[in-house]
């Protein structure tokens, strides 16, 4: 089991990926965004959180044409699964491989706290381990977590299952922190390999920082 | 030639920076405007002198990455 995580300039969760990953016994490698090929062993592409480009223009604008993601899309559209972690979720929705976009908090505030979100769907390798309706503790660290999309859509994807967790408070109640649609936190593509949410799984990995229910969500791709 | 590029979001999709502003319009008593969108301004200097070719390039440039057309429209002034 191979996971690669993308390295852009400013992005600044390579490190804790690669540390969760490696903690559940996966082989990592981090992958310059310069590069343009992805390590060929692959098994599952991280574009991990951070700054790309200093969010210029628009969160992930500037790197959907960093040489790498030529080999990220035909990664991609050949089946291979891919894992967009807060700024890695604007980058795959800028790059056109997840639908809807990411626009700025509602209160306009950069939001970093522990929040509670629910698992709609789990049919699917991210969530396998956990049950529709549970709910867990994971950290959002955004200023653009805002996610849109516009009614056609959003019908789509709830035909689809394609939502795969919404914010709410701890008793799974709609509790929505930046105003996105539905109370989207992450969504997935239509075939169920390229899975985008704007929590941070791989900092929920120990109950003494807080929470370990990251731990169950990373598991899901290191026995697919 | 001067491409003047405006970029706002899509009327009906919320735009909260817009609204923070109208709020604070408002409680300087500036009673009189009924609505607020924020967007932003790219100038290009392009080196292009046919107006029909400019306008064509730069819609391109606006549909790859000046804007994200999910969410935001674009509108293109050549000077």
Redesign the interface.
């Known amino acids: 089991m191979k996971v690669s995580i993308l390295q852009f300039p400013g992005t600044n969760c390579e490190y804790d990926t690669q540390h969760a990953f490696e903690q559940l016994g996966a082989k990592t490698e981090i992958v310059w965004h310069k590069s343009e090929s992805i390590p060929a062993d692959t098994s599952l592409l991280v574009v991990a959180g951070g700054f790309s480009y200093g969010d210029y223009l628009r969160s992930g604008a500037i790197a959907k044409f960093s040489p790498v993601m030529k080999a990220v899309a035909e990664y991609a559209n050949n089946g291979g699964k891919v894992l967009g972690i807060c700024n890695g979720f604007q980058v795959l929705t800028e790059a056109g491989l997840l639908p809807g976009a990411l626009k700025r908090n509602n209160g306009l505030h950069f939001i970093s706290k522990h929040h509670t979100l629910k698992v709609v769907n789990n049919d699917n390798i991210f969530l396998e381990k956990l049950n529709n309706g549970d709910v867990v503790n994971i950290p959002i660290a955004h200023h653009d977590g805002n996610y849109f999309i516009d009614a056609d859509g959003l019908k789509e994807l709830e035909v689809n299952n394609q939502i795969l967790l919404k914010y709410t408070d701890e008793n799974g109640d709609i509790k929505n922190p930046n105003g996105s649609v539905e109370s989207i936190a992450g969504v997935c593509n239509k075939e169920k390999t390229v899975f985008g949410l704007m929590p941070h799984p791989e900092r929920a990995m120990e109950s003494i920082l807080g929470s370990d229910d990251g731990v169950k969500m990373l598991q899901g791709f290191l026995e697919a | 030639m001067k491409a003047i590029i405006n970029v706002s ?1 899509k009327a009906g ?2 735009d ?2 817009g609204k ?1 502003v109208h709020h604070a319009l408002d409680s300087l008593h500036f009673s009189g405007v009924e609505d607020v969108r924020v967007g932003k301004q790219i100038v290009l200097q392009l080196n292009e002198t046919d107006k029909q070719k400019a306008m064509k390039d730069v819609t391109q440039m606006c549909e790859e ?2 804007a ?1 057309t ?2 935001e429209d674009y509108e293109i002034e050549l000077v």
Do not use: F, P, W, Y
């Open positions: 979001l999709v919320l909260s920076q923070a990455l000046l994200n999910v969410i």
